[in-house]
């Protein structure tokens, strides 16, 4: 049970440093500054927390079966309970919340609940993406699985983070007019 909790742990703190960084940074202010639209910086927010707990949980999941302490697996009633599980939930919560329009951009939502719904939107995605093989009963080449969907995690965050990293003066808006030539 240990492990679940720490899972957890891990997935609330990465989320709360992820926002305190947003927040409390020059960074957040970057990332507004130079991806002005906010579906893209929703998607890249969700990109960069989707490699980081993707390779967060590959380290777990390590420490686990190398037998490293404090890690092992999670079981209830003698049953093996993979992580996929909390990753489905934030999903389904996430899922919800955007239904009830927090966090997506309409209306009076914040940055803040939109950051926030983006980050667990990436976290859940990762839970869950990295337990795909068994959804398929893969057995072998689990290595190469997860080598796609790394790969995959950070050309999204490398497309949806382009402006991000551009020198020079900051893209146009969708508000800033067209110069006349």
């Given at each position: 049970?240990?492990?679940t909790?720490?899972?957890l742990?891990?997935?609330?703190?990465g989320?709360?440093?992820?926002?305190?960084?947003l927040?409390?940074?020059?960074?957040?202010?970057?990332?507004h500054?130079?991806?002005p639209?906010?579906?893209?910086?929703?998607?890249?927010?969700a990109?960069v927390s989707?490699?980081?707990?993707f390779a967060?949980?590959?380290?777990?999941?390590?420490?686990?079966?190398?037998?490293?302490?404090?890690?092992?697996?999670?079981?209830?009633?003698?049953?093996?309970?993979?992580?996929?599980?909390?990753?489905?939930i934030?999903?389904?919560?996430?899922?919800?919340?955007?239904?009830?329009?927090?966090?997506n951009?309409s209306?009076?939502?914040?940055?803040?609940?939109?950051?926030?719904?983006?980050?667990?939107?990436?976290?859940?995605s990762?839970?869950t993406?990295?337990?795909?093989?068994?959804?398929?009963?893969?057995r072998?080449?689990r290595?190469?699985?997860?080598?796609?969907?790394?790969?995959?995690?950070?050309?999204?965050?490398g497309?949806?983070?382009?402006?991000?990293?551009?020198?020079?003066?900051?893209?146009?808006?969708?508000?800033?007019?067209?110069?006349?030539e």
């Amino acid at each position: 049970m240990a492990y679940t909790w720490f899972i957890l742990l891990l997935a609330v703190s990465g989320t709360i440093v992820g926002l305190l960084i947003l927040h409390g940074t020059s960074l957040g202010k970057a990332l507004h500054d130079r991806i002005p639209d906010r579906p893209r910086r929703r998607l890249f927010v969700a990109s960069v927390s989707f490699f980081l707990t993707f390779a967060g949980v590959r380290a777990v999941v390590y420490g686990v079966l190398h037998d490293i302490p404090p890690f092992h697996f999670v079981e209830m009633g003698g049953r093996h309970v993979h992580h996929l599980v909390f990753g489905i939930i934030i999903l389904l919560v996430v899922g919800y919340g955007w239904l009830c329009e927090v966090g997506n951009g309409s209306g009076s939502s914040s940055i803040f609940a939109s950051r926030l719904m983006a980050i667990l939107y990436g976290v859940g995605s990762a839970l869950t993406l990295d337990e795909f093989a068994l959804w398929l009963n893969l057995r072998e080449g689990r290595s190469s699985f997860d080598a796609v969907i790394l790969f995959g995690a950070l050309l999204a965050a490398g497309a949806w983070g382009a402006p991000l990293f551009a020198r020079g003066r900051k893209p146009r808006g969708p508000q800033d007019p067209v110069p006349k030539e």
